[in-house]
């Protein structure tokens, strides 16, 4: 492998139901920072089935080139043809670095593609940048917490190309817009027979119906199993009302089956990062500590006064969530009018 | 049919975390668990083997100390267990690690394996879709599911917002989710046997069709430049007040905030 044929910074543009996810975004920005510390520049990766008319939208995000892969057998996401639609893209293409968010899908994604390819792979990574390993210049470090966020490592993987990370979502910044900005279109399509690795599809089914996500709420009310009950949530929903805000939930609240997965903050399910972060009845586990402890500012009410909550809450309140939170509802809407 | 789980030993990240006074975490006071996404693979596999009949054989990399899952894996019913061990296979990547266990996997038979989707140290959910590319057959990641049907494996798989439910002709790798089920117990008998039961061990020399350089840290693609523990931000305020007051400290620290 001659490291010096892979040149430029690729993104996978991830879309669902063809809509491209925020994901893609998020990496064409970052994508667009390392790309000028390389001298190079951003290429997003848009596979689907009738997808080409996405490719504009990547464009005013700030892809310099989008690759088009589209094929009847990537309308649905499956692993089998999205590995080689992408591994055939990186074979042909040669990017030096190939970047997929850390979504169900990147991460079911990546892992397969950087086996095909023979490459390495880092995880949910929060900080990217170009720097010098070992005497070696231009090396991507790819930054990422472990053990539940409690290990910081950076990796860089400098003997084989791309180098790959999946990236958590609502880390990365996305760029405004330039309504009307254009980029190169490059269709490509490797051909898809289906063969053994091929899985069929008998059903999809959405399970909620498609709702605000809590990774873009400024404002976040989160609930615990010290709520007590699913109708508890009630008074949540209010106090996020009254201040404008969204309500999300811990992983004990998903596990009782109380409130459905796409509410919930942590290292199994989003990483949030609100102006306010409100938990309530939330013991505090280093998992969903990981998910949120990046909030601005973030308030506790727990009668538990050794919850580890209390250890990443600026504001901490040892009392019962069930009595307070009425009665802060009531106080905030009292000040609005 | 022959069911193949791979199970990792990881410290618990559960109720014996403890922090150092300078905020990083204290990893003498964590115990070694069977990592949960695994046990739920492995409770699934038992489940299967008590519905269809089957034969369910763990396997595990690591320290010799990985021992002491295997055991627990053979108490709660598997039938086989084996150990890839060896030094030149220290400090692999998941890269490396696939590799490692593909290596081990050839030397097998098997209609299904199940891997967890992720350890609970690492987090990366890499190493069981990196296996099934290595050996060749398909993957089906976050089964919240499994059922079989003749020579085909129907898998519930979770995505944010909704399933899928698909259907793979076996042999097929599919990875688990700690919520798919409730492991069941190690029995008492099945603690017995276990203690004593013979546990396969293999090194470097049993591995199948793969090359030293793709092995342990120096055939890992990725490398670590610094590692360190995460100093967490400090804690706040702490207040123990009645509600009315615990209802005017928050206000006043919104008001504070300009968050109202």
Same mark, same amino acid.
């Given at each position: 492998?001659?490291?010096?044929?892979?040149?430029?910074?690729?993104?996978?543009?991830?879309?669902?139901?063809?809509?491209?996810?925020?994901?893609?975004?998020?990496?064409?920005?970052?994508?667009?920072?390392?790309?000028?510390?390389?001298?190079?520049?951003?290429?997003?990766?848009?596979?689907?089935?009738?997808?080409?008319?996405?490719?504009?939208?990547?464009?005013?995000?700030?892809?310099?080139?989008?690759?088009?892969?589209?094929?009847?057998?990537?309308?649905?996401?499956?692993?089998?043809?999205?590995?080689?639609?992408?591994?055939?893209?990186?074979?042909?293409?040669?990017?030096?670095?190939?970047?997929?968010?850390?979504?169900?899908?990147?991460?079911?994604?990546?892992?397969?593609?950087?086996?095909?390819?023979?490459?390495?792979?880092?995880?949910?990574?929060?900080?990217?940048?170009? /720097?010098?390993?070992?005497?070696?210049?231009?090396?991507?470090?790819?930054?990422?917490?472990?053990?539940?966020?409690?290990?910081?490592?950076?990796?860089?993987?400098?003997?084989?190309?791309?180098?790959?990370?999946?990236?958590?979502?609502?880390? %990365?910044?996305?760029?405004?817009?330039?309504?009307?900005?254009?980029?190169?279109?490059?269709?490509?399509?490797?051909?898809?027979?289906?063969?053994?690795?091929?899985?069929?599809?008998?059903?999809?089914?959405?399970?909620?119906?498609?709702?605000?996500?809590?990774?873009?709420?400024?404002?976040?009310?989160?609930?615990?199993? /010290?709520?007590?009950?699913?109708?508890?949530?009630?008074?949540?929903?209010?106090?996020?009302?009254?201040?404008?805000?969204?309500?999300?939930?811990?992983?004990?609240?998903?596990?009782?089956?109380?409130?459905?997965?796409? %509410?919930?903050?942590?290292?199994?399910?989003?990483?949030?990062?609100?102006?306010?972060?409100?938990?309530?009845?939330?013991?505090?586990?280093?998992?969903?500590?990981?998910? %949120?402890?990046?909030?601005?500012?973030?308030?506790?009410?727990?009668?538990?006064?050794?919850?580890?909550?209390?250890?990443?809450?600026?504001?901490?309140?040892?009392?019962?969530?069930?009595?307070?939170?009425?009665?802060?509802?009531?106080?905030?809407?009292?000040?609005?009018? | 049919?022959?069911?193949?789980?791979?199970?990792?030993?990881?410290?618990?990240?559960?109720?014996?975390? $403890?922090?150092?006074?300078?905020?990083?975490?204290?990893?003498?006071?964590?115990?070694?668990?069977?990592?949960?996404?695994?046990?739920?693979?492995?409770?699934?596999?038992?489940?299967?083997?008590?519905?269809?009949?089957?034969?369910?054989?763990?396997?595990?990399?690591?320290?010799?100390?990985? #021992?002491?899952?295997?055991?627990?894996?053979?108490?709660?019913?598997?039938?086989?267990?084996?150990?890839?061990?060896?030094?030149?296979?220290?400090?692999?990547?998941?890269?490396?690690?696939?590799?490692?266990?593909?290596?081990?996997?050839?030397?097998?038979?098997?209609?299904?394996?199940?891997?967890?989707?992720?350890?609970?140290?690492?987090?990366?959910?890499?190493?069981?879709?990196?296996?099934?590319?290595?050996?060749?057959?398909?993957?089906?990641?976050?089964?919240?599911?499994?059922?079989?049907?003749?020579?085909?494996?129907?898998?519930?798989?979770?995505?944010?917002?909704?399933?899928?439910?698909?259907?793979?002709?076996?042999?097929?790798?599919?990875?688990?989710?700690?919520?798919?089920?409730?492991?069941?117990?190690?029995?008492?008998?099945?603690?017995? +046997?276990?203690?004593?039961?013979?546990?396969?061990?293999?090194?470097?020399?049993?591995?199948?069709?793969?090359? +030293?350089?793709?092995?342990?840290?120096?055939?890992?693609?990725?490398?670590?430049?610094?590692?360190?523990? $995460?100093?967490? $931000?400090?804690?706040?305020?702490?207040?123990?007040?009645?509600? #009315? #007051?615990?209802?005017?400290?928050?206000?006043?620290?919104?008001?504070?905030?300009?968050?109202?």
């Amino acid at each position: 492998m001659d490291l010096n044929d892979y040149k430029g910074v690729f993104i996978f543009a991830q879309q669902v139901d063809n809509k491209i996810d925020n994901i893609a975004y998020e990496l064409i920005g970052k994508g667009k920072e390392l790309a000028a510390a390389l001298g190079t520049d951003v290429t997003a990766v848009l596979a689907g089935y009738n997808v080409k008319g996405l490719a504009d939208s990547l464009a005013e995000y700030g892809a310099d080139r989008v690759i088009v892969v589209d094929d009847p057998a990537l309308e649905v996401y499956m692993t089998e043809p999205y590995t080689h639609a992408i591994a055939s893209v990186i074979k042909k293409f040669k990017p030096e670095i190939m970047l997929v968010g850390a979504t169900a899908i990147g991460r079911d994604l990546g892992p397969r593609v950087s086996a095909r390819v023979a490459t390495g792979l880092t995880a949910d990574c929060t900080f990217l940048e170009i /720097g010098t390993f070992h005497e070696k210049e231009n090396q991507l470090l790819m930054t990422r917490p472990a053990f539940g966020g409690n290990t910081i490592a950076t990796i860089a993987c400098p003997d084989n190309r791309p180098q790959m990370a999946t990236v958590r979502p609502g880390v %990365m910044q996305k760029l405004d817009p330039t309504p009307g900005a254009k980029a190169e279109v490059v269709e490509y399509n490797p051909g898809f027979t289906p063969d053994h690795k091929y899985v069929e599809i008998l059903k999809v089914v959405k399970e909620v119906a498609a709702t605000a996500d809590i990774m873009d709420a400024k404002i976040l009310v989160s609930g615990g199993r /010290g709520m007590g009950s699913p109708e508890n949530f009630g008074m949540l929903e209010e106090l996020a009302e009254a201040l404008g805000g969204m309500v999300s939930c811990s992983r004990a609240v998903v596990d009782a089956g109380w409130k459905p997965k796409a %509410m919930q903050v942590g290292q199994t399910g989003k990483t949030v990062r609100p102006k306010l972060y409100i938990a309530c009845g939330i013991s505090g586990a280093i998992q969903h500590l990981a998910g %949120m402890e990046e909030s601005d500012v973030i308030i506790a009410i727990n009668k538990d006064e050794t919850a580890p909550i209390f250890d990443v809450a600026d504001y901490g309140i040892v009392g019962d969530v069930k009595k307070i939170v009425p009665k802060l509802t009531e106080a905030i809407k009292n000040s609005k009018a | 049919m022959k069911i193949i789980v791979c199970i990792k030993q990881v410290p618990d990240t559960k109720g014996g975390v $403890k922090f150092k006074p300078d905020g990083t975490l204290d990893r003498g006071a964590m115990l070694s668990i069977m990592n949960p996404d695994d046990k739920a693979g492995l409770e699934a596999a038992l489940t299967l083997k008590d519905k269809y009949g089957a034969e369910v054989t763990v396997l595990s990399m690591g320290l010799p100390k990985a #021992e002491d899952v295997l055991r627990e894996a053979l108490a709660m019913g598997a039938d086989k267990a084996i150990l890839v061990t060896d030094r030149v296979l220290g400090g692999a990547d998941t890269w490396a690690t696939s590799t490692t266990i593909a290596g081990a996997i050839r030397n097998l038979d098997y209609d299904l394996i199940i891997t967890g989707r992720q350890a609970i140290d690492g987090d990366t959910a890499q190493v069981g879709p990196q296996i099934s590319e290595h050996l060749n057959i398909p993957v089906i990641s976050y089964a919240q599911k499994i059922e079989i049907d003749g020579d085909y494996v129907i898998v519930e798989r979770q995505f944010d917002d909704r399933y899928h439910v698909l259907k793979a002709k076996m042999p097929c790798l599919v990875t688990a989710l700690s919520e798919l089920n409730k492991p069941r117990y190690m029995t008492p008998g099945g603690i017995f +046997d276990a203690y004593d039961a013979e546990i396969t061990q293999w090194g470097r020399a049993d591995l199948k069709d793969v090359d +030293d350089s793709n092995l342990g840290l120096s055939g890992s693609p990725t490398k670590i430049a610094k590692a360190s523990d $995460k100093v967490r $931000k400090g804690a706040g305020e702490k207040v123990v007040l009645d509600t #009315e #007051e615990s209802v005017k400290y928050i206000m006043q620290k919104l008001t504070e905030k300009h968050i109202i």
